[in-house]
């Protein structure tokens, strides 16, 4: 009933792991957080009980969920000090490293919560993590326009307060859109965990080191920054735009990625596990003609999406390479029709992935079968030879 599964210790030194948060069958299409399907979570769960259930391994009684959302909303404040550090950044920084940036300082302002081993010391940073880092990309996003940042207000949940944050005015009052803050909710969920894709198995290594969940978790959001991990929903778009501004069409555009002009990629297709549809594309794509309808979308855009897909999914080409659409493809459309720029795109991504990068550092913290990453190579240099002096060389 579990699946726990034994295995022969040289498994464990083929660079790959065992967990028990995440099942995926790329071939099938199949997601389970928990051995809960994807899709039964993007219906029914909301965001944070979906990142109760990925930590903590169980979902929450309703006493439970009260807890957690009530500690949460404790921490969403951050320090007047590192409020100040939006001060410094370039006006024009990209989100990505401001987000980065700030969360490796918490580990300078909350030395309360960095023992790995100290199960309080764990929680209080869980906690802080989870309630910190939606201000932190709020900030982010504020200080690139040049505008007054806000305080958290805990009357809201966790998203809402969030989109407030993000779209609000000190001088006016602001309300949440129940719609989007509902389709962003959604969004989250499906991008909270994937096993031990790049920027998760970052956070999984630097963790064995017995280095802080902070530190970890900062590092994990540098490896998502990637335009081929969680950087390609931002690349996706730009991808789009290029080609409406191009002009050209899809076809022309196709005819560039099968003749591999450098660069040219079909953005937000193509998985290392998925070989087959993403079942998270399948859900957001389910979602976009509605939830872009309710927010006013560039309809344009999402026609484009729509005939590069049905290009791509009926071209050999990509047939036979399995090239299907993933996470990223649609997910940019929606989050530029709520008003976020591209820039901000990887920082929902990162919002999203946050509850799967604590849950599988804490799993991997608390295995005491894990030994510190060390990945193996083979050589491919010089045999042994002789130092030269510089006549010779
Ligand atoms: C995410 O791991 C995860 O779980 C990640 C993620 C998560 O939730 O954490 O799911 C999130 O990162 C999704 C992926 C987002 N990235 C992109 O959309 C960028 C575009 N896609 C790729 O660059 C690529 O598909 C990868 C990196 C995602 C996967 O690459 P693979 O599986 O290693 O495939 P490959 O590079 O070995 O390519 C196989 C063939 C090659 O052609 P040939 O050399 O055999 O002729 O397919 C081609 C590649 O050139 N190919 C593509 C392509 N992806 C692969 N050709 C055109 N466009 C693409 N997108």
């Not at 790049?198 to 970890?216: E, Q, Y």
């Not at 290029?242 to 050209?248: A, P």
């Not at 484009?304 to 399995?322: C, G, P």
């Not at 509850?355 to 295995?367: H, L, T, Y």
């Amino acid at each position: 009933t579990t699946g726990v599964i034994t295995l022969d210790p040289g498994f464990m030194n083929t660079g790959s792991t065992t967990s028990a948060i995440t099942y995926i069958d790329g071939d099938a299409g199949i997601l389970r957080y928990r051995g809960y399907p994807i899709e039964q979570l993007a219906k029914s769960s909301t965001f944070l009980e979906t990142s109760y259930l990925l930590i903590y391994g169980e979902l929450p009684t309703q006493t439970e969920l009260d807890a957690f959302t009530s500690r949460i909303s404790r921490h969403t404040l951050l320090h007047e000090d590192l409020k100040r550090f939006f001060d410094g950044f370039p006006r024009d920084a990209h989100p990505m490293p401001v987000l980065s940036s700030a969360v490796s300082a918490l580990s300078t302002f909350y030395q309360d919560g960095l023992d790995p081993f100290n199960t309080e010391q764990v929680e209080l940073a869980t906690v802080r993590l989870l309630a910190k880092l939606p201000t932190i990309a709020a900030y982010a996003y504020k200080k690139s326009i040049g505008q007054p940042l806000l305080y958290p207000d805990n009357s809201l949940g966790l998203v809402e307060n969030f989109l407030r944050m993000s779209f609000g005015f000190p001088a006016e009052p602001y309300e949440v859109d129940p719609k989007m803050a509902k389709a962003l909710d959604q969004l989250l969920i499906l991008h909270a965990d994937h096993e031990q894709n790049c920027s998760t198995s970052t956070v999984r290594l630097v963790g064995s080191s017995h280095a802080n969940l902070f530190a970890s978790v900062s590092a994990g959001i540098n490896a998502l920054f990637g335009p081929l991990h969680g950087g390609a929903n931002q690349a996706v778009l730009e991808m789009l735009e290029k080609m409406r501004v191009e002009g050209g069409g899809v076809d022309a555009f196709v005819k560039r990625v099968k003749n591999k002009e450098p660069g040219v990629k079909l953005m937000g297709f193509g998985h290392r596990v998925y070989k087959n549809y993403d079942p998270r594309a399948a859900l957001v794509k389910a979602t976009a003609d509605e939830v872009l309808a309710d927010l006013g979308a560039d309809d344009e855009l999402l026609q484009l999406a729509k005939q590069l897909e049905e290009v791509a999914l009926s071209d050999e080409y990509f047939i036979s390479r399995k090239l299907y659409p993933n996470v990223d493809f649609y997910t940019g459309l929606i989050y530029k029709a709520m008003g976020f720029p591209t820039r901000m795109f990887t920082v929902l991504f990162a919002l999203g992935r946050l509850p799967g990068w604590i849950a599988q550092w804490r799993e991997m913290i608390a295995d005491p079968t894990t030994k510190i990453g060390r990945p193996r190579q083979v050589y491919t240099g010089y045999a042994e030879r002789d130092w030269t002096g510089m006549a010779e060389r």
